[in-house]
């Protein structure tokens, strides 16, 4: 039997709310994670879940870039985030740790 099509409507926007508020993919740029992430890996980001030291985050750094970096402390509302290849990898060595707020997601390699 064939679903209608408001049914099938219904779940296409369901799916669409989903991805867009809990999910999203993301293409790795540059080697600040290498070799953890190597640049143009597929990533995915879910977001409103907790992080904590050690997990791999995507976050808006100080200078307003979008950027994927592991956190190494977390002190109140400030976090500071490093690369896994620290010969390559501008972060909050550089810029400063970030607040809380600054996380968008904890990053899974699908």
Do not use: H
Not at 22 to 46: A, D, H, N, Q, Y
Not at 59 to 64: R, V
Not at 69 to 88: C, E, M, T
């Amino acid at each position: 039997m064939l679903k209608p099509r408001v049914v099938v409507l219904a779940e296409i926007l369901l799916i669409l709310f989903l991805i867009n508020n809990f999910f999203k993919f993301c293409i790795v740029e540059g080697e600040s994670m290498w070799p953890t992430f190597s640049p143009k890996k597929r990533i995915l980001v879910v977001k409103n879940v907790d992080f904590f030291v050690g997990s791999v985050v995507r976050a808006i750094d100080n200078e307003g870039y979008d950027v994927i970096k592991r956190i190494k402390w977390i002190k109140g509302d400030k976090v500071f985030l490093v690369g896994d290849n620290p010969n390559d990898s501008i972060d909050s060595r550089q810029l400063g740790a970030v607040s809380k707020n600054q996380i968008l997601g904890v990053v899974y390699q699908p």
